[in-house]
Nanobody, 125 residues
Framework: QVQLVESGGGLVQAGGSLRLSCAAA????????MGWFRQAPGKEREFVAS????????YYADSVKGRFTISRDNAKNTVYLQMGNLKPEDTAIYYC??????????????????WGQGTQVTVSS
């Protein structure tokens, strides 16, 4: 089992920044990818970004490229999502997840085995 705990959400004005953290505990060696997803009210959960534990390879959704940066601290088993130039459409509950999805499934929720409880991000206009 792997336990994930997100933190860092909150309310921010458009154009502002936030940093989300996701701390992993348990059998973290059993997975090789950490991902961030988000879900807005009435919408499906969508991929935001992912990173591999070993070499730190990253992958981003087009909607956040150039604004968000995913990083990891292997010593702390923690992954971060630095969000900049936030827009009202970024408002959602943000979830971190971990698993071992193949490359073509990095952006699919079903590729991940463990999920955090989510943290709310609200961007006001």
């Amino acid at each position: 089992q792997v336990q994930l705990v997100e933190s860092g959400g909150g309310l921010v004005q458009a154009g502002g920044s936030l940093r989300l953290s996701c701390a992993a505990a348990g059998r973290t060696f059993s997975t090789n990818v950490m991902g961030w997803f988000r879900q807005a009210p009435g919408k499906e959960r969508e991929f935001v970004a992912s990173i591999t534990w070993n070499v730190g390879a990253t992958y981003y959704a087009d909607s956040v490229k150039g604004r968000f940066t995913i990083s990891r601290d292997n010593a702390k088993n923690t992954v971060y999502l630095q969000m900049g130039n936030l827009k009202p459409e970024d408002t959602a509950i943000y979830y971190c997840a971990t698993g071992s999805p193949p490359r073509l499934r990095l952006g699919l929720p079903r590729g991940y085995d463990y999920w955090g409880q989510g943290t709310q991000v609200t961007v006001s206009s």
